[in-house]
């Protein structure tokens, strides 16, 4: 038998999967704030063991125009196989899930298919994140707000959304890059 030691998301999250408890990825949905006033919403995967957060180049050529915020980076990433994948650029900026906002940042690569956005332990750290793994729902603040969201995974296209976030064309694009990259994902770890 062989057992995927990680995994960015299911094919087929079926409803006898998620009622037998096995460990599935935690995704939810998280608002990225351009700079004119828009928001792009994409589906993020979240990670504590990632060391930074990451958006997949897929993801990237979709939003770059709304987005802005946008710099060179001069990161090189190790992925936990030793492979050095270059990043593309990086985008610092205000980001949202369920009301509650914190500043962050994150790095553009190619994921090769293991997903379209990682929140990796510094965002995280920013949301003071506390999973609880019994319950699979993760608490989150930002100081003013606070909130416990819940695992979307059985729900891979529900967006989350508030009548100011509505992207109806963002979110029919992202049904077709949902997990983002090539087909083959390397190793998410980095």
Request: hydrophobic share 35%; net charge neutral; glycine share 10%.
């Amino acid at each position: 038998t062989i057992v995927d030691l990680y995994t960015a998301g299911h094919a087929t999250t079926t409803k006898d999967l998620l009622d037998s408890k096995e460990a599935v990825p935690f995704t939810h949905s998280v608002s990225l704030e351009g700079p004119q006033g828009e928001t792009v919403r994409v589906r993020g995967l979240f990670d504590d063991g990632a060391m930074i957060s990451a958006m997949c180049t897929s993801i990237y050529e979709k939003v770059k125009h709304r987005l802005g915020n946008w710099s060179q980076s001069t990161r090189k990433l190790r992925m936990a196989n030793g492979n050095i994948v270059n990043s593309l650029v990086k985008w610092n900026g205000t980001i949202c899930i369920n009301g509650v906002k914190t500043q962050g940042e994150f790095e553009v690569f190619d994921s090769g298919g293991g997903w379209g956005f990682l929140l990796g332990k510094p965002i995280l750290q920013a949301f003071e994140a506390v999973h609880d793994y019994k319950t699979d729902v993760i608490s989150i603040s930002d100081g003013k707000n606070s909130t416990k969201i819940t695992n979307q995974i059985a729900y891979p296209l529900a967006l989350h959304q508030t009548s100011s976030e509505i992207s109806l064309t963002l979110d029919i694009k992202q049904r077709e890059t949902l997990r983002g990259g090539m087909e083959t994902p390397p190793s998410r770890q980095v």
